[in-house]
């Protein structure tokens, strides 16, 4: 396919919404972020895709639309399932929708499997397969790339990986490595330890601690690497179960918390040894995303072109 084809993209979150325009390589030509008012819920947002669309395209013409959706969808259809995060979007038609919008065809998947797509043809995971990718935001979402394609299980059937037990009362991956679970973690410890470099840096915070973390590890302030190790472990537990089902040549670590960097990576990678049966070691390569926010647009593109 001719590299000069354009393709749009959109990424549907409960906080974000980017519309963009770009090529059959993944390269983004074009880019509109909008802020999403949950307020307003999936009708707002509906009316921002509707107003925006025409602008963009201008007197482009377009080969197909991909979608990255935040939440579970029906990949062969796309029809949203629902949204945990605003109200609206419930069995909504949203290619057809969308075709209605553009006159082209649409693909609608996951954002968590659309972002897979992105890190595993034009991010960290390029040359490598299988490609496995975890998200570590608002919840813990993961995608399996196999021979440069999402895999989708049985319907509905999705690699969940936030949903992984850590244990048999049910205490999940999402619930221990999610960026909201850490918070907690952060609040918890340093009612414990008020004193603390992490504490300070808090503050009287009450939401998104999380994001202290790297500063409070460079000062070498324990209760960070504490929490730190927890979450890595916690998070290794989980993706052990992926390296002995799936054997992934590579995982991604993608989302807000990926952010924390080298000592995250490094720390899931040694504790996953540990977790991987002898006969499977070394196990996967463990890297961080290398598309940042661009993951799910690009992600699109890419999905729109594979099926065009």
Not at 19 to 35: K, N
Not at 240 to 268: C, K, N
Request: proline content about 4%; overall charge neutral.
């Amino acid at each position: 396919m001719s590299a000069s084809k354009l393709f749009l993209a959109i990424e549907i979150g409960g906080t974000k919404l980017q519309l963009v325009l770009g090529d059959a390589t993944g390269r983004i030509q074009v880019r509109r972020r909008l802020v999403v008012v949950p307020a307003e819920g999936a009708d707002g947002i509906r009316r921002q895709i509707a107003r925006t669309i025409p602008e963009l395209l201008a007197d482009q013409k377009i080969a197909a639309v991909g979608v990255g959706f935040g939440g579970p969808v029906d990949w062969r259809t796309g029809k949203i399932n629902r949204s945990h995060q605003l109200a609206g979007w419930s069995d909504f038609a949203l290619a057809d929708w969308l075709r209605t919008q553009t006159g082209t065809e649409v693909f609608v998947d996951n954002d968590a499997n659309v972002a897979a797509l992105g890190e595993a043809l034009g991010g960290a995971g390029v040359g490598l397969n299988p490609v496995g990718y975890v998200t570590l935001g608002s919840g813990v979402g993961g995608g399996l790339v196999t021979d440069g394609r999402i895999y989708h299980g049985a319907p509905p059937g999705e690699a969940e990986i936030g949903h992984l037990r850590l244990d048999r009362s049910g205490t999940t991956v999402e619930a221990r490595c999610a960026g909201w679970a850490v918070d907690a973690r952060i609040r918890e410890l340093n009612r414990q330890a008020p004193a603390g470099v992490l504490a300070r840096l808090v503050g009287h915070e009450t939401r998104g601690e999380a994001r202290h973390l790297v500063a409070a590890l460079g000062q070498g302030d324990a209760a960070a690497g504490r929490i730190l190790r927890e979450v890595a472990e916690d998070l290794a537990f989980g993706l052990s179960h992926v390296v002995h089902l799936f054997h992934p040549q590579v995982i991604i670590l993608g989302g807000g918390l990926s952010g924390v960097g080298e000592p995250l990576r490094a720390a899931v990678a040694a504790a996953l040894k540990d977790f991987t049966m002898a006969a499977f070691q070394p196990g996967p390569e463990i890297r961080l995303a290398a598309l940042g926010e661009d993951a799910v647009p690009v992600g699109a593109l890419l999905l729109a072109r594979a099926n065009s």
